[in-house]
């Protein structure tokens, strides 16, 4: 595997890881009573593309919650394991295809420290399921159903679609994160679980 390659299976594992201000067309999703709380358990089977700069990288994506366990598998597109990160609030450990690991106090730590950019692991795990992360500062515009449409949260700008209902929740099956022009994460959700 190319080390181009290799940055961007690490960068999309490491992904598949207050205030609100008021502009035109957004509103603060805490008043919209029709959102629900997210699902506390779930899995995810996902396709997934980012790109960076000039690299890019597509594959597919499984991703566990159990409360705070996560479990995310990223595999290239004939399906083969490239990378695994998984922990919960006391730490996160990465580990590749070759069985090498790389741990860290918390997702976006051991993005940092296994690329040496920050990526919004933390805000991933929210977003995934329609939510903002909580306690932190953000701008939302949600749908006609008070589903979250659009999210500016952490120095990324979040567009969701394609929404599921699916045991009493409305999931978004589509979601594209953007930060400046550099970095882009496109997720495209193929199955819902939960328990």
């Not at 506390?40 to 996902?46: G, R």
């Not at 690299?55 to 083969?80: A, H, I």
């Not at 977003?127 to 589903?147: F, I």
């Amino acid at each position: 595997m190319t080390s181009v390659r290799r940055r961007a299976a690490c960068l999309a594992g490491a992904l598949i890881l207050s205030g609100c201000a008021r502009l035109p067309g957004f509103a603060p999703v805490a008043d919209t009573p029709r959102l629900k709380p997210p699902p506390a358990v779930f899995q995810m089977e996902a396709r997934v593309s980012v790109k960076a700069e000039a690299e890019s990288f597509s594959g597919g994506l499984s991703w566990r919650r159990e409360r705070d366990l996560q479990t995310l598998l990223l595999r290239t597109p004939l399906g083969q394991g490239i990378a695994e990160l998984h922990g919960d609030a006391s730490g996160m450990v990465l580990t590749d295809a070759r069985g090498q690991t790389r741990a860290a106090a918390d997702a976006d730590s051991l993005a940092r420290q296994a690329l040496g950019v920050d990526l919004p692991v933390r805000g991933l795990q929210w977003w995934v399921v329609g939510q903002p992360r909580p306690d932190a500062a953000y701008r939302a515009r949600v749908d006609g159903e008070g589903r979250l449409s659009g999210l500016v949260q952490d120095g990324w700008d979040i567009e969701f679609g394609r929404y599921r209902a699916i045991d009493g929740h409305s999931l978004p099956g589509r979601l594209i994160a953007r930060r400046g022009d550099d970095l882009e994460v496109r997720l495209v959700v193929d199955l819902w679980e939960l328990r």
